[in-house]
């Protein structure tokens, strides 16, 4: 039996397949169309899906879509009744969509699958709560989704047991932690619904000033409830976030895109925060006190904030916490697949989530054709040749792509689209960010550590195999700057050899040579840009970098080998810097 889950329209549009419950495959629509967070109807992720099932779209039993269209339609319209006359430029601009294609979900989507039967909805946050619960290795947990807002709920809380969550209190628009830590993004001067994590890696840099003042645009009670000032924001009604009152708060205008960042911003940044932070360890010990348990699922887009995560996981009455490796709205797909199969059908859950490799795969053929087509020099080693020349490579302070496998689903690169370097190296990072994603050097950087390892150089127990904690470095292990940030920490992948054999033999072949069990792990692409889905896509963005070396299935190049690449135009201009 297939069940196709579907997300998209608002930002990243995503498709899942399962197939008696396990997940044949699911991706993001921009890793096709090479838009960062397309929310476009997921026609590649569509057939990508059906292909690698190989079945037609006449054989899917069931399609659900991630959320309730006219809930949200109602609460838009009634937003802007409550907001007129002041959001009438943003109503003219925002219903021309709504009445043209977002009203109609069905219909697009019977038109896009040829599909004659009835499409199921779950609503937003219960699409969130699946996506975390149900993939869980818990029988039953506490529910945490937070995030901008779906129809009306900006926060839920719940308890899943066995095949189904409960909702036991939400918060509702326009009162939301996403939507709050969006308008600080939006006033430093980054891209909202797609630089959150900027800020996140900015905070460290600043001291928390201004927390007072950010207690003044939030009202936190103590069981982690919250009411925003609306007298602050303007996204309620405007086609912007903040506006002036806002500004006179904090003493100083917004902050022009790509201007230099002062003190000023680093210490917003990390004001902002240190209050998220206070939220969510208050919503968790609220949730904690209700239910009971043990066990804590998070999802939504504020469960990708991994410095609250590691705060949650260090200091809350919570003994394990699960969170859904695609939390923001592409793991919407994958929680309404499971809502269909588990809570509506009845059916058994699968095996918990590991790690989702769950995009496409390219054989060797492939490969092979693309690099020849390019006309690119390389050699094809063995698997032990491929391990031991990647390691010496690492070892040398090369920068290395790898392209292994089958792509990650969801924002991490988990050691199949992923960038290399060598984490005892001072200048990896700034190397790494300014000549090869181009992108701001304050940005930090992952290691890969064998899981095993993982608790002698990390205050960290326990596996963290998504990417989405951050942890202390142990003082005595302090020898890693390219994953250290300034506060000493470090968002932390652990690998473990049943999840990504290949990665791991590699990663312990570096420390056989050299001592250290991790490298650094960033995303195969560069600033702007969606992560690396095809053969051509990898080798282009190896050779428009300073990538130097590349490792792609079994081959490997070099860049000084290579001829040059031959391209029209600019091709940066393709991608909207963010």
Excluded at 350 to 361: E, F, T
Excluded at 399 to 418: D, H, I, K, T, Y
Excluded at 515 to 540: K, M, Q
């Amino acid at each position: 039996m297939f069940v196709l889950g579907l997300s998209c329209y608002y930002h990243d549009a995503a498709a899942c397949l399962l197939r008696d419950g396990e997940i044949v495959a699911a991706a993001s629509e921009e890793r096709f169309t090479r838009k960062k967070a397309d929310p476009s109807f997921p026609r590649h992720a569509l057939a990508y899906v059906l292909e690698e099932a190989g079945i037609e779209a006449d054989q899917i039993d069931a399609v659900g879509f991630y959320d309730k269209p006219l809930l949200k339609f109602e609460r838009i319209l009634t937003t802007y009744i409550d907001a007129f006359p002041r959001g009438l430029l943003s109503f003219q601009k925002a219903m021309p969509i709504w009445l043209k294609q977002k009203l109609w979900i069905p219909r697009e989507i019977r038109r896009e699958l040829g599909w004659k039967r009835n499409v199921l909805f779950a609503e937003h946050h219960m699409s969130h709560a699946c996506s975390s619960f149900l993939l869980s290795p818990f029988d039953e947990a506490a529910v945490l989704t937070v995030d901008g807002v779906g129809e009306w709920a900006t926060t839920t809380l719940g308890r899943g047991r066995g095949t189904r969550v409960e909702m036991l209190r939400q918060i509702d628009f326009p009162h939301s932690l996403g939507l709050l830590y969006s308008a600080f993004t939006y006033y430093l001067g980054f891209k909202v619904n797609s630089a959150e994590y900027k800020v996140m890696g900015l905070a460290p840099y600043g001291q928390p000033r201004y927390v007072d003042k950010v207690r003044q645009v939030i009202d936190v009670h103590d069981d982690g409830s919250f009411a925003l000032n609306m007298d602050f924001f303007e996204f309620d009604w405007n086609l912007r976030m903040t506006g002036r009152r806002f500004e006179q708060l904090f003493g100083q205008s917004r902050r022009q895109p790509e201007s230099e960042l002062e003190q000023f911003h680093k210490d917003v940044a990390a004001s902002i925060q240190r209050v998220t932070e206070e939220v969510m360890l208050k919503l968790v010990a609220y949730l904690h006190r209700e239910t009971g348990l043990d066990n804590l699922c998070l999802a939504g887009g504020v469960a990708l904030n991994c410095v609250a995560n590691g705060r949650i996981l260090r200091e809350s009455p919570f003994s394990r916490i699960f969170i859904q490796p695609a939390a923001g709205d592409a793991g919407g797909a994958v929680g309404v697949a499971y809502y269909i199969w588990n809570t509506l059908l009845g059916e058994p859950r699968a095996a918990a989530l590991r790690v989702p490799y769950w995009g496409p795969g390219f054989d060797d053929a492939e490969i092979e054709r693309v690099l020849r087509q390019f006309g690119a020099n390389y050699r094809r080693l063995d698997r032990a040749e491929l391990i031991a020349t990647t390691a010496a490579w690492i070892e040398a302070g090369k920068v290395v792509g790898w392209f292994q496998g089958r792509m990650e689903f969801g924002p991490r690169a988990l050691g199949n689209r992923s960038i290399l370097g060598d984490a005892r190296n001072p200048e990896m990072q700034r190397k790494i960010n300014l000549a090869i994603k181009f992108r701001e050097g304050f940005r930090p950087f992952a290691p890969s550590v064998l899981e095993e390892r993982c608790a002698d150089w990390f205050e960290l127990e326990g596996p963290s195999p998504h990417m989405l904690l951050v942890a202390p470095v142990r003082k005595d292990r302090r020898t890693i700057p390219a994953v250290t940030h300034v506060d000493g920490s470090a968002r932390i992948q652990t690998v473990a050899r049943e999840d990504n054999p290949l990665y791991y033999d590699l990663i312990a072949e570096f420390e056989r040579r050299t001592g250290c069990p991790l490298v650094v792990n960033t995303s195969f692409n560069v600033r702007g840009e969606p992560i690396v889905c095809t053969p051509e896509e990898a080798y282009r963005c190896f050779m428009r970098t300073h990538m130097e070396r590349l490792c792609i299935g079994p081959f490997v190049l070099e860049k000084e080998a290579q001829p040059a690449l031959t391209e029209q135009g600019d091709w940066r201009r393709e991608f909207e810097l963010d």
